[in-house]
């Protein structure tokens, strides 16, 4: 862990909004601008990832991000890198200290074979995500994004230990409410966000709940 308060006013922002429980979000954050994500109630997942906005084929990957610093978790100080090794944002302030990219955005295929089959037509962050970026416009190579381009993520607030044997375990959350984390985007990038409805692991306590997005423009 890593904790570092920020500076920034939030009557400062240039943006300033509150997701619903279990609904998404899509914008591009410019270089230089800072962009803090609050979890309002405590122990929300939200559900993230990242594209190059002027090139969606370059998109964020959790095993270079690690493999760049060496572990699992994310927070102050974490670059967040694409496939290509390009640095999209970098965490410069965070007041939760763990957030996750290994455990994924849950599915309605993976609700129904880590629960019950029944759960197989619960809403989803998959679903979410293709709902955002079905809607966004091309990129400057006339490229639009697809469900093929759903690939990894970051759980913001999200507590998946790793044990020992190399498992992963959904355990309860460690934020509290106005927990936040803030980075610095190092070149444009187009943000995706499912503020996540899991219903069947502790990921948000059983009970989806709001988070803010506010964005600052670059000093």
């Not at 599915?107 to 880590?114: A, I, K, T, Y």
């Not at 990129?139 to 498992?167: A, C, Q, S, W, Y």
């Not at 996540?196 to 709940?209: D, E, I, V």
Request: include cysteine; glycine fraction near 6%.
């Amino acid at each position: 862990m890593s904790l570092v308060e920020s500076t920034l006013e939030p009557v400062d922002a240039i943006f300033d909004m509150t997701i619903p429980a279990g609904d998404g979000w899509i914008h591009e954050v410019k270089k230089g601008q800072t962009f803090r994500i609050v979890d309002l109630e405590g122990n929300q997942a939200v559900d993230t990832f990242f594209f190059d906005a002027h090139d969606y084929a370059d998109r964020y990957s959790a095993v270079e991000t690690i493999c760049a610093q060496a572990n699992v978790y994310l927070s102050t100080g974490t670059r967040l890198l694409t496939q290509n090794g390009h640095i999209l944002m970098t965490i410069t302030a965070d007041t939760c200290g763990r957030h996750d990219t290994l455990g994924g955005a849950c599915s309605q295929e993976s609700n129904m074979v880590r629960y019950d089959i029944a759960k197989r037509y619960m809403h989803a962050c998959r679903q979410t995500f293709l709902k955002q970026i079905l809607k966004w416009k091309p990129d400057l190579n006339g490229r639009i994004l697809e469900k093929r381009d759903i690939g990894h993520n970051v759980n913001f607030f999200m507590n998946v230990p790793v044990t020992p044997e190399g498992r992963l375990t959904f355990e309860d959350g460690i934020s509290d409410p106005g927990k936040y984390v803030e980075m610095k985007a190092d070149r444009d990038t187009l943000v995706v966000i499912s503020n996540c409805p899991q219903l069947n692991n502790p990921c948000n306590a059983y009970n989806p709940t709001p988070a803010r997005v506010l964005i600052w423009e670059a000093e």
